[in-house]
């Protein structure tokens, strides 16, 4: 655990307050106080009592971030960090889990540009050929309908649909997180009906699922709660369940795996 510290000083460029931190990180001032209740951080204080963020407090933060955005639970975390896991560590991590995503979008545009070649050459497409390339490329957002908004009422707080409207979420964040759930909705359909969700092949799919789903909620328990109801709600209704990559065997396969995973102790349950 870091040791506790006390600044004479007034906060530098690299002692800024929470706020300015969690802001930066896009976390809340109640992750940050979470954090340092673990002992994952553990900001030096000015003299009035005032938190104050240090340079070495911002590279572990990160490298907390980084680790709950590949779906590592607070508990793992603070093990790897113990462990002295530094910060190159932590990014190498990061940085396989976003070249899997990109891999993910450079196929299926790959597809797309082989078939807008063959049309243009006045070949036609065959049904096998139409079929790959709508699931490989089926990467757009969920049309957002008076339905949905309703679902999202009832599930979400107030306060939580205003962080997700507050997100800084780019068009290119968007075909990422697009093309990794894409690619997993496809591996999970490769397994095939009646797939074991314990299987070495079904746990992998889940952990990158979960990698997913932890950036979406910043690993907080009440947003993976509104998260996972409203989900319930879309694969029950035909109209809705029809708009995203995944079917609800996918959701009920995924929902297996990961209690499988719940199991190992890998994640806590929601």
């Not at 995924?254 to 994640?267: D, H, N, R, T």
Request: aromatic letters at 6%.
């Amino acid at each position: 655990m870091p040791a506790k510290r006390t600044l004479s000083e007034k906060p530098n460029a690299f002692a800024d307050a929470p706020a300015a931190i969690a802001k930066r990180f896009g976390v809340t001032a109640k992750a940050l106080r979470v954090y340092e209740r673990m002992g994952l951080i553990a900001p030096a204080r000015t003299q009035a009592g005032w938190r104050a963020y240090g340079r070495a407090d911002v590279e572990r933060l990160a490298a907390i971030v980084a680790l709950k955005q590949l779906g590592l639970p607070l508990k793992r975390i603070a093990t790897l960090l113990a462990g002295k896991a530094d910060l190159k560590a932590v990014l190498a991590l990061q940085e396989a889990a976003l070249s899997e995503a990109k891999t993910a979008t450079e196929e299926a545009l790959a597809l797309v540009r082989a078939a807008r070649k063959r049309l243009s050459e006045r070949k036609t497409l065959s049904t096998d050929e139409l079929a790959n390339l709508i699931r490989r490329s089926n990467m757009s957002e969920l049309k957002w309908t008076p339905k949905m908004e309703a679902m999202a009422a009832k599930h979400y707080t107030k306060d939580q649909l205003a962080d997700l409207k507050s997100r800084d979420f780019t068009p290119a964040d968007q075909a990422r997180v697009s093309a990794a759930w894409a690619k997993i909705y496809e591996d999970l359909g490769a397994l095939g009906d009646g797939a074991d969700p314990a299987s070495a092949k079904a746990l992998a799919i889940g952990r990158r699922a979960h990698a997913l789903i932890m950036e979406f909620t910043q690993g907080d328990p009440a947003m993976f709660k509104s998260l996972s109801g409203m989900k319930r709600d879309m694969m029950a209704d035909p109209e809705v369940a029809t708009q995203g990559p995944g079917t609800p065997a996918h959701f009920a396969l995924l929902g297996k795996i990961f209690a499988e995973l719940q199991k190992k102790g890998e994640f806590p349950g929601a």
